[in-house]
């Protein structure tokens, strides 16, 4: 089986690197690096092969940084920039998760998502940044990059079963010092982030805007990804690519275009100031 390995992090990422000699240890794989060649987290599904051609970098034997985004990574790789078509995209493994609203900025799950736009199996790997249970920080040194791809190696081939047309596999594994204690099928949780910024007038006359990150909240849906990773289970959410519109408003819209409104999910989390309560 082809199968290209992508992410957001940049081709020196530990997720990926670990992931990819593995998967490159059976013999049955023709494992494929091609990966940004700089963190692009953050990125969503941006592309920058609509302004300016892509450049790729070979390093070793099947891998090459590219100067574009996850998506792009891609699109070069189906659209005949390596050696073989894949049959089969990772992105990942990611540093920190991916979970509920995450998925909207994540470049992560864009290269997934483009994967799938092309009927090309897809699986997107996270591992958490914070311990099962806990809320405290935990630095790069202490993410169990070993765990989280021994994990995800030992059960690509059930969650490559999983897809179907037109969804990818997104994958959560807690940053436990041992192992998951299961797997539990999950959805998207609504998540807020609180952040702040800051503006400051810059001696050039410009203003400076200075993001800070603030406590993140999910609702408190059990059986959601959010609620499965803070008990220690890897969350597997199968994550439909196409946008859809709200029943209430469009009514006419067929069900798979559509969907309800998640009012009770949203109030456990923000007030109607879009505050957190």
Known sequence: MN????????????GLQKLACLLRLEEKNRVFVLAPDRNRSGIS????ILSEPIRLSGLEEDSWSCSG???????????GGL???PDLVISGINRGAN???????SGTAAAARQASLWDVPAVAFSLARYSPGGDSFVGDEI????????WSADHLEELAAMWKKDTFINVNIPNSSGCPIGTLVTWPAFKR??????????????LWCFMKGGEESAAP???????????????VSPVIIHQTVLKELCPAAPDYAAVTRRAVARRAVAGPDGKKE
């Not at 985004?69 to 659209?79: G, R």
């Not at 993410?143 to 021994?150: E, G, I, T, V």
């Not at 849906?221 to 969350?235: H, I, K, Q, T, W």
Request: hydrophobic share 35%; with cysteine; aromatic share 10%.
């Open 99 to 105: 979970l509920g609203t995450d998925l909207l900025y």
């Open 221 to 235: 849906e059990a059986g959601s990804d959010c609620d499965a990773v803070s008990r220690n289970y890897v969350s």
């Open 83 to 85: 050696p073989e078509k």
């Open 45 to 48: 599904h941006a592309l920058s």
């Open 3 to 14: 199968i290209l390995m992508t992410n957001d992090d940049g081709f020196d990422s530990p």
């Open 69 to 79: 985004y996850p998506a792009d990574c891609v699109i070069v790789a189906m659209q």
């Open 143 to 150: 993410y169990n990059w070993d765990m989280a791809a021994c």
């Open 193 to 206: 982030y609180n952040d702040t910024m800051t503006v400051m007038n810059a001696p050039d006359g410009k």
